[in-house]
């Protein structure tokens, strides 16, 4: 039997304390709430107890922050969508940021299994003043178990209203988007960082950011070619890498993440523990 699960994450701030509350339907919940940087910020760890997203299943997560809230929402472990027989899996995230509220959506990656059909939506609602980070990294099958993307089907959606919209269907069958130099070129993993506001970010604000993704590109050798930053939109700054593993790609979009969190909100990169363990 399917599973269908939703999560409601409301945040708000009393001028000193990030609150947060949860309700959940289904197999979604809130694993840990911590406050490892002080009352301000509060990092949410999600977990899927089935462990695995198949054919037929919705997982549906809304967030909602007040002003002054700062919430980081991560996860312990990748997400995984297995094969389906027919049915589409969905995941669907939307979040609604109010006038100086910021949001750090860094779950760990999502793992697209040979024969899977997903259809993963992001939408997030940043109000004048609202800022976020928010990251994206999709692997397709299991290079290093030399498991292979052969057949399936990801649709992906990402949705920044007003600013972003990328709406893109990744076919295992596709050997152009898939194999050429102008689509994966071969790799099997794409990953995306973006830093986001609700209102124009400052040019020198743009550059500076712009500057800090290149620089740490540069410090990975093994991906200089496949991996740049661009600003999208002027409220919107976009890291994009393509690698055969997760682990470079991770590194990567994890260093800049730091990088314009320190410029950006001056504070530490502070990852979460729960990556470590």
């Known amino acids: 039997m399917p599973w269908h699960a939703h999560l409601q994450l409301d945040y708000t701030h009393d001028g000193h304390t990030t609150g947060a509350l949860d309700r959940h339907e289904g197999p979604l919940r809130v694993l840990q709430r911590l406050y490892p940087e002080g009352p301000g910020i509060c990092h949410h760890v999600l977990v899927h107890p089935p462990g695995g997203i198949v054919g037929g299943d919705t997982l549906q997560v809304d967030a909602r922050l007040a002003s002054g809230a700062h919430a980081l929402i991560t996860t312990p472990g990748a997400t995984r969508f297995y094969r389906s027989n027919?049915?589409?899996?969905?995941?669907?995230?939307?979040?609604a940021l109010a006038d100086g509220a910021r949001l750090e959506w860094l779950p760990l990656e999502t793992i697209a299994y040979t024969g899977c059909q997903v259809?993963?939506?992001?939408q997030f609602d940043l109000a004048p003043g609202a800022q976020m980070i928010g990251w994206d990294l999709l692997a397709l099958g299991l290079p290093a178990?030399?498991?292979?993307?052969?057949?399936?089907?990801?649709?992906?959606?990402?949705?920044?209203p007003g600013a972003w919209l990328e709406r893109g269907r990744i076919d295992a069958a596709d050997a152009l988007l898939l194999d050429?130099?102008?689509?994966?070129?071969?790799?099997r993993v794409l990953g995306t960082l973006w830093f986001a506001a609700g209102s124009a970010l400052p040019t020198a604000q743009r550059d500076v950011l712009l500057d800090?993704?290149?620089?740490?590109?540069a410090t990975h050798e093994t991906l200089t070619r496949h991996a740049g930053a661009?600003?999208?939109h002027e409220r919107v700054v976009v890291l994009r890498v393509l690698a055969d593993r997760v682990e470079p790609a991770m590194a990567l979009v994890s260093a800049v993440r730091g990088a314009w969190r320190?410029?950006?909100?001056?504070?530490?990169?502070?990852?979460?523990?729960?990556?470590?363990?």
Do not use: C, H, Y
């Open 86 to 95: 027919g049915p589409m899996a969905e995941q669907r995230v939307k979040a």
């Open 119 to 122: 259809q993963n939506t992001l």
């Open 145 to 160: 178990a030399e498991q292979a993307f052969l057949q399936g089907g990801f649709l992906q959606q990402l949705n920044l």
């Open 180 to 187: 050429a130099p102008l689509g994966w070129d071969g790799k």
């Open 212 to 217: 800090a993704a290149r620089e740490q590109v």
């Open 230 to 232: 661009t600003a999208v």
């Open 262 to 277: 320190q410029l950006a909100w001056s504070l530490a990169p502070n990852p979460p523990r729960i990556w470590r363990t």
